[in-house]
């Protein structure tokens, strides 16, 4: 079993910044890779960030250039720095162990419960 337990989320206004954390504990060493996802009201998850355990990542489109993930294989952390927020970036945001192949990033069964993202404009 995996568990995974996000924080940090919030409401913030247009151009501001939010970092979001991600602890990680129980099995997640099987998989190498994790990732971000994010999900707003009537849209489909889809993938924020993703980071190997050797540092490789990988950003969904519309956050490149905003977005950094990162890691903490001490702390067992996954981080999400996210800067110049827009109020379309308004989602639950949840962290997902997995799987980093050839640039492709393939999820587990593992979420986090996901944490609140709110952008004002």
């Known amino acids: 079993q995996v568990q995974l337990v996000e924080s940090g989320g919030g409401l913030v206004q247009a151009g501001e910044s939010l970092r979001l954390s991600c602890a990680a504990s129980g099995r997640f060493s099987s998989f190498n890779a994790m990732g971000w996802y994010r999900q707003a009201p009537g849209k489909e998850r889809e993938l924020v960030a993703a980071?190997?355990?050797?540092?490789?990542?990988k950003y969904g489109d519309s956050v490149k250039g905003r977005f950094t993930v990162s890691r903490d294989n001490v702390k067992n952390t996954l981080y999400l720095e996210m800067n110049s927020l827009k109020p379309e970036d308004t989602a639950v945001y949840y962290c997902?162990?997995?799987?980093?192949?050839?640039?492709?990033?393939?999820?587990?069964?593992?979420w986090g419960q996901g944490t609140q993202v709110t952008v004002s404009s």
């Open positions: 980071i190997s355990r050797g540092g490789s990542t």
């Open positions: 997902n162990t997995g799987d980093y192949f050839g640039s492709a990033y393939y999820p587990s069964k593992y």
